[in-house]
């Protein structure tokens, strides 16, 4: 179900409807309905090439995409963050009057694109002043969901063919909301159907486990809640233009993470024979810490858990043995004391706490064992630095154990079945 398998026979792609079928023959091919109508298309030209989709001598795709990260996030910024005022979006034509009509916002995923999602959660709600609820596909469209015009539902999926957000959008859209759909792959089914597409413009990505589809989820949200910041008159334009120059710095900043990579391979090595991990933060980083420890499930196969930092108290810490690893990312100056204080009661119980923690952060070595640092930026755009650290993490200790990284088992990449 992915372009990328293609891409060695052809770049052009004839988009078959349901309903519809096509019709091969020598000289070419045509597409008709069930009913013997013929459909006329034009084929979809996909920008990507082959070579794209190749390892190029790196030893797993997966590493591949996370040092690709850098380059991708220039290229979901290109052309959409020149001017200082307010992002330009293609292919996103909501009115002004709706956006100042807009009620509530329902982000709908799964798997990596939700943990995106409640990443776009926080920044919606603080720039643009919208009441925002995230929600599993796979619940939403079983949910009594209160959903209506007055509404903007944005559905976010790498292929655009995950069956559950395919199935919740649609769900979504027979109440009546609009649909804004963020995704990876042009001319996808989500893509087709949306009244808004933002394009992520990762490139092919052939691991299973998310990297670069993620971190490109992540500033494709941020740019969606400033544009709605903008257009409700919630953010300054001395604001806008300071949000803008540090999303514009973001790529420089993901590489200068990336090359302290032999930290994190080191930690890895060291911590790779481990059964149990725990991951915890507040507010944005409790969103990044469940991402990280998916990544660490899907392919080093250890038993890991995210968990808001503050709800340790309420039972899981009595999991917390002697030489359990904890990650703490602590990126969130507003909660910073308290996330300090949840560090403290896991070496009470002699965890072993790893932190993420900005460059400038110097209160941090004097509560954790190690700390694996990313370089300041503004707290609302953090997640997208604070992640590569625990991606990394998440191969190495894969590879020590021996698994199979791009291809962890019992996973697909499209997730086509309900």
């Known amino acids: 179900s992915d372009i990328p398998a293609l891409l060695s026979h052809t770049r052009d792609v004839l988009v078959i409807e349901d309903g519809e079928m096509a019709v091969m023959t020598a000289s070419g091919a045509t597409v008709e309905r ?25 030893p797993h795709f997966m590493l591949k995409e996370i040092h690709e990260q850098p380059r991708a996030l220039q290229e979901t910024m290109m052309g959409r963050l020149d001017a200082p005022g307010a992002p330009e979006l293609d292919g996103v034509s909501y009115s002004p009057e709706f956006v100042r009509g807009l009620r509530k916002l329902w982000i709908t995923a799964c798997g990596t694109a939700y943990h995106a999602g409640l990443v776009g959660r926080w920044v919606v709600e603080h720039w643009a002043k919208i009441p925002v609820e995230p929600e599993l596909a796979s619940e939403l469209r079983y949910r009594d969901a209160l959903i209506d015009p007055q509404t903007l539902t944005v559905a976010i999926s790498q292929s655009g063919e995950t069956a ?20 990876n792959v042009v001319g996808s089914t989500l893509s087709r159907e949306a009244d808004d597409v933002l394009y992520v413009r990762a490139g092919p990505e052939i691991a299973v486990a998310s990297s670069k589809a993620y971190i490109t989820m992540l500033v494709a949200l941020q740019m969606l809640a400033l544009d709605l910041a903008v257009r409700r008159g919630t953010v300054t334009p001395p604001r806008v233009a300071h949000i803008i120059q540090a999303m514009k710095a973001l790529p420089g900043k993901a590489q200068e993470v990336l090359q302290r990579e032999s930290e994190v391979a080191s930690l890895a090595a060291r911590l790779a024979d481990r059964e149990h991990m725990f991951f915890i933060g ?8 469940q991402e990280g420890s998916l990544k660490l499930k899907e392919i080093s196969y250890l038993h890991s ?21 904890v990650f703490a990312l602590v990126t969130q100056r507003h909660v910073y004391e308290k996330t300090l204080s949840n560090i403290q009661e896991v070496k009470a119980r002699g965890g072993l706490v790893i932190a993420v923690a900005y460059d400038r952060d110097t209160e941090i070595t004097k509560h954790t064992e190690v700390v694996l640092r990313i370089p300041d930026t503004l707290d609302d755009l953090a ?36």
């Open 305 to 325: 858990e995210a968990l808001a930092a503050g709800e340790l108290k309420h039972g899981t810490l009595a999991l917390v043995t002697p030489g359990v690893p």
């Open 34 to 58: 069930l009913d013997g109508a013929t459909v006329a298309k034009q084929p979809l030209r996909i920008t990507w090439d082959a070579e794209m989709a190749e390892k190029g001598g790196y």
């Open 282 to 289: 507040r507010g944005l980083d409790y969103a990044v810490a």
């Open 383 to 418: 997640p997208v630095l604070a992640i590569i650290p625990l991606q990394l993490f998440a191969y190495y200790v894969a590879r020590e154990r021996g698994n199979d990284i791009d291809q962890p088992r019992n996973l697909a990449k499209s997730v086509t079945v309900e």
């Open 164 to 183: 559950d957000t395919l199935a919740a959008a649609r769900e979504a859209r027979k109440r009546g909301t609009r649909l804004a759909a963020i995704t």
